[in-house]
């Protein structure tokens, strides 16, 4: 049985920081990309950050681009977002995600799912 498991959120002031992380067991995510996507209250799932196997190709949504970093240790088959210099509006379940394209994951459909981890970021 695939599994995701998101870890790392909590509740942080704006301009504060977060590192996710997000463990995959139950297979070899051997040549997958893995990455990040997002839901806030409302609104509908969307891109945050994806990650090639080498680590060598990097992706981000416009919103994120400069303060979130996406890395990878495929040793442990552990993906990481840190993110940094958060907005209220940074404020949603982060869901870890995995594929073997990066299209599935910037459209919002992996095939792979984590549970989510919420994040909320105060005024």
């Known amino acids: 049985q695939v599994q995701l498991v998101e870890s790392g959120g909590g509740l942080v002031q704006a301009g504060g920081s977060l590192r996710l992380s997000c463990a995959a067991s139950g297979r070899t995510f051997s040549g997958s990309v893995m990455g990040w996507l997002r839901q806030a209250p409302g609104k509908e799932r969307e891109f945050v950050a994806a990650?090639?196997?080498?680590?060598?190709?990097?992706s981000y949504a416009d919103s994120v681009k400069g303060r979130f970093t996406i890395s990878r240790d495929n040793a442990k088959n552990t993906v990481y977002l840190q993110m940094n210099s958060l907005k209220p509006e940074d404020t949603a379940v982060y869901y870890c995600a995995a594929d073997a394209l990066a299209r599935t994951l910037v459209t919002g459909t992996p095939r792979y799912w984590g549970q989510g981890t919420q994040v909320t970021v105060s005024s």
């Open positions: 990650i090639s196997w080498s680590g060598g190709s990097k």
